[in-house]
């Protein structure tokens, strides 16, 4: 039995090896630096933001660097609440470096192998063969949801709790208890854990809930039996539970100074325009690297109706054929209730496919959730649970496959995991694209130089001195100004050691100085700047229309002081005598 678990997780260890092999052959990291954020722009910025202040701070409540004069509190903003067990594995990191980057740029790496292994590990427990266990694990690891999202989403693309919701919407669809044992409940107790503290900001866990508290229902009422309404009910209360334990913070904060409407005010529309278009879901992904392909796809953007999934959604060859087989065996079943077309598993497989589809359908199910709870408003993110159903088709389809090659030809094992590598193979090279790969050499240049520039404000002024940031952006959720995109002022912090910037207050709540100095005209916002006890002002000149020419003039002359500027000619630093 020991022999046997060791060999089971060598195994496993190799769906990782091989899940993070193919990842880094698309992304090809070695060509980059691990000192250099492999995204630079957006919400990237934001998540590197708070890694930088969970590694400097302790926590990612409170950020003294920001905010200046006040701290930047998050409670408002709990972006990263349902997300503690990445924020672990970050402060962990941070036990081996100090640079922020470094640890933004290994953790998004890790994240390929996590995913690999925990669908091996799900595949297995639904009794897929290793060798498609292992192969099925390869695709999911590298689906192109992996890396549309990348740095920019961070926590999205940490989806390795997707397998474990999975296998709990399947679980309760069929026959697989979940709490018969204490073994089996401290498993189901473990697996809502990792779903609730590594949420991906409470998207995974929203859908594992809504997936399994329907597909309970909808086999209580097929068998009628209570015992699937049960297990439904305790996992998706399970779930809720603890995602609501990590708002605690939140709701503490909220009682003392009441809420905050300003801060991410959804409104149920959006889940239509986040939702998810089939033609999305099963067409090529962007920049193919086949160009008949990839012109079909640009075809299809340009005459259709456009939402905000259409890069992130595509399934990929491999995992859309298994995903139409589905919904077919689900078609030919329901015409033919009589006869059965698929196996247990296949049949669970797709009604979760079919409930996520519908769910996530842009006008779907989705709009009625929203018009209770319009938070949970990107459903185009289902695409991944609906990816990993679709895989769990290609596994069964290459155990059969499989079978029947080794009963057909004495070489016939070998002959199958040949055909086996050629699908993932083919697959791997149909979900990746070229314009995957970061801009390692642009990337470099600009985020060099920003901290280059940084450094020569921090020899300018005294240790722990005040900055103010102009032009003035409201946090969090600006739109872009100019060519300024939002959460670009947290550009200083990132490359800081010891000042403090005035970007990052939560908007709507109380005085916001930067808000009320930096609309005035430049004398009076350098006498208010001065009187505040800021060192300096930052200017982001991609903020102006005129490059930011017109209110240089006005800032050289107010302050007295020549500009610090920086070397790609974006930024200028002026010190206020």
Known sequence: MQLRRWKEAGYAALAAALGTLAGFLVLQPWRGSLRVPYSYIGDANFYHSVLKGVLEHGWFWRNPS??????????????????????????????????????????????FPAAALTAYLVLRWLSLSRVAAIACAVLFAVLPYHFTRGEIHLLLAAYYAVPLGAYLVLAVLGERPLFASRRLVVGTLAMCVVIALASGGYYYSAFTILLVAVGGALRALAVRNWRP?????LVAGTILVLSLVTLVPSFVYWAQHGRNDVVANRSAYESDFYGLKFAQLVLPIEGHRIGALANLRLK??????????TTDT??????????????????????????????????RAGVAALLALLFAWSGGL??????????????????????????????????????????????????GLGAVGLVVLVGVLDQTSRTYEPDYAGLAISYRSDGDFVRGIESQV??????????????????ALGAMADYDLFRGYLHSGDLRWSYGVVKG????????????????????????????????????QDGGVAIDKELVAATGSTALTSADRRLSFYRVR
């Open 66 to 111: 920001l905010g200046a004069p006040g701290t930047q509190q998050l409670f408002d903003f709990p972006n990263v609440s349902g997300d503690l067990l990445n924020v672990f594995v970050w402060k962990v990191l941070g036990l081996f470096t100090s640079d922020s980057a470094v640890v933004m740029n290994l953790f998004f790496l890790l994240t």
């Open 229 to 233: 309404l049960r297990d439904g009910a």
């Open 300 to 309: 299809y953007d340009d005459h259709f109706a456009r939402t905000e999934a």
């Open 314 to 347: 595509p399934l990929g060859l491999v995992a859309t054929l298994g995903f139409l087989w589905l919904l077919l065996m689900c078609l030919l079943q329901l015409v033919r209730p009589e006869r059965r077309f698929a196996g247990d598993l296949a049949g």
């Open 366 to 415: 989705s709009t009625f959730v929203a018009a209770v709870e319009p938070q949970i408003r990107s459903w185009n993110r289902m695409s991944i649970f609906i990816g990993f159903f679709g895989l769990i088709a290609v596994g069964l389809g290459f155990d059969r496959a499989l079978a029947w090659m080794r009963g057909r030809w004495r070489s016939g094992a070998l002959v």
């Open 462 to 479: 005294p240790a722990g001195s005040m900055v103010f940031q102009l032009p003035y952006r409201p946090f969090p959720e600006a739109p």
């Open 509 to 544: 709540r109380g005085q916001d100085l930067s808000a009320e100095i930096g609309q005035k005209p430049v004398p009076e916002l350098v006498r208010d700047v001065k009187a505040a006890g800021f060192a300096g002002i930052y200017l982001d000149r991609f903020g102006y």
